[in-house]
């Protein structure tokens, strides 16, 4: 994100995006997944990977991501492999990493960890997840793979799962609030949308359906994205069974769905996508999980160059 | 020495009558009805105090219906005082007394940020681990509440339990 009067560019909320910065970024990101880019643009360039949760797709994307522009990754795997297991601040972690890299890429269970990052980094700093709170490099992947199907503006989209901490529907429900989207959200009670942030979205001007079931709003949707529901946040198995066996996207469930329907899914998947829907043309789960590359590719370019 | 006055007068005038006049200090005056003690504890009073402070809660008043009064001698409140105090009470005045005289009156201002005087309510927010920061938040419009600007929680009531 290009913030008026500072030096350093940073990405660490979709928040600090208006429409124009994103779509830009978007534009930006087509033009590479048509493999118009310039192959050495961040040669010698080296990115600190500091991951300090668990992670395939993120973190394994943004490393491909730098090698295909030319530059090489620098990683930590988890706080025990570092000075942090020894007690060192994040602050002081982020102070002494920006003296070996060019730019910093980090994941942390705790919200904020990468706006905290931010201030004390030198180099440019990407948050690839904090916590339940944001994930933007997801976020415009979501979008970007909506954009391969369809113009954005004015769709409706579906939000199903576990509503209230899914960094990834949080994200997302605010981007898609720039473009007019009418969205739909159907999740466990209790697991519902965040009321902070339905607050925010409606005062963005944002029209929010809430159903019951997904049965009742498919046949409307043009975008359905599924999120994983968490065991750890059921008192015991049965009632996690019952409610993920409610949640489940099958073949039948889109029987009468839009012809042109997407279905997206952040990954990895446990129960709530049937693996028969893998071969349907609505499942395009893993060309955006694929998409992670050159949207990841056009934000390394953007805070670097 | 603390005073808790009870208040039976009927105006704004008769308040003098409740607590004693102080020489130089603060009066703080306006509080919202029953805000006084939260009051004292943004002035960081919690335990004993080497100053006279006196505390007149419930107070008829005209403007107000009720309201509070503090008054704390040989004290003057720094800006991030004031500006705590502005979160709980927006119509409070700030009265500098010295050798007995209202030398400044002012209102407070509800600021626009607030830092390192209130504490974010979710255990899951980096201002609240053992990093060097403090935390922040931004006043939402009209007041109706505070956005921490690190993980985004938003406190929009019983403000004063969070308040540091």
């Given amino acids: ?305 | 020495m603390r005073h808790i006055v009870p208040a039976d007068t009927g105006d704004d005038e008769g308040e003098s009558l409740l607590v004693r006049r102080i020489k130089n200090g603060t009066v703080i005056d306006h509080i919202d009805g029953g805000e006084a003690l939260n009051v004292i504890k943004i002035l960081g009073i919690v335990g004993t105090t080497a100053e006279a402070l006196s505390i007149a809660t419930n107070v008829p008043s005209r403007e107000m219906g009720k309201k509070d009064i503090v008054k704390i001698s040989n004290r003057e409140l720094s800006k991030e005082e004031v500006d705590r105090i502005a979160l709980i009470s927006p119509k409070a005045t700030i009265n500098i007394i010295r050798n007995f005289k209202v030398c400044e009156k002012q209102g407070v201002e509800i600021p626009t940020l607030i830092i390192g005087s209130v504490r974010c309510p979710n255990p899951g927010c980096i201002t609240r681990t053992n990093e060097p920061i403090k935390s922040r938040f931004e006043v939402l419009p009209d007041g109706k509440g505070l956005r921490c600007l690190y993980c985004d929680s938003v406190i929009t009531k019983d403000l004063t339990s969070y308040i540091i």
């Fill in chain 1, 1 to 305: 994100m290009h913030r008026e009067g500072q030096v350093t560019h940073h990405i660490i909320s979709i928040g600090d995006f208006d429409r124009s910065a994103i779509d830009r970024l978007l534009d930006h990101a087509e033009q590479i997944g048509k493999n118009r880019y310039d192959k050495n643009a961040l040669d010698g360039k080296i990115l600190a990977v500091l991951f300090f949760e668990p992670s395939t797709r993120t973190r394994m994307s943004f490393e491909s991501a730098m090698a295909r522009l030319g530059g090489s990754s620098i990683s930590v795997s988890s706080v025990e492999a570092c000075s942090m297991a020894k007690g060192e601040t994040l602050a002081d972690t982020i102070r002494v990493v920006s003296g070996y890299a060019d730019a910093i890429v980090i994941r942390h269970p705790k919200e904020g960890a990468a706006r905290l990052a931010a201030e004390f980094a030198t180099v440019p700093v990407i948050n690839a997840g904090d916590g339940a709170g944001q994930h933007p490099s997801q976020t415009l992947l979501d979008l970007y793979t909506i954009r391969q199907s369809m113009k954005i503006d004015g769709i409706d989209a579906g939000l199903v799962g576990d509503l209230r901490y899914g960094r990834t529907a949080h994200s997302l429900a605010s981007a898609l609030s720039l473009y007019g989207v009418r969205l739909h959200t159907v999740s466990p009670p209790g697991l519902e949308l965040p009321p902070a942030l339905v607050r925010s979205l409606a005062e963005k001007g944002m029209e929010i359906v809430v159903h019951d079931t997904i049965e009742e709003v498919v046949k409307d949707l043009d975008v359905l994205y599924v999120t994983r529901v968490q065991r750890e946040r059921f008192p015991d198995s049965t009632s996690y069974f019952n409610v993920a066996s409610s949640y489940r996207i099958t073949p039948e469930l889109l029987a009468g769905a839009k012809k042109h329907l997407i279905v997206l899914h952040p990954l990895p998947r446990v129960d709530e996508i049937d693996p028969r829907l893998d071969a349907s043309p609505h499942a395009r789960y893993f060309e955006q999980s694929k998409n992670g590359v050159p949207v990841r590719m056009a934000m390394l370019l953007d805070v670097m160059r």
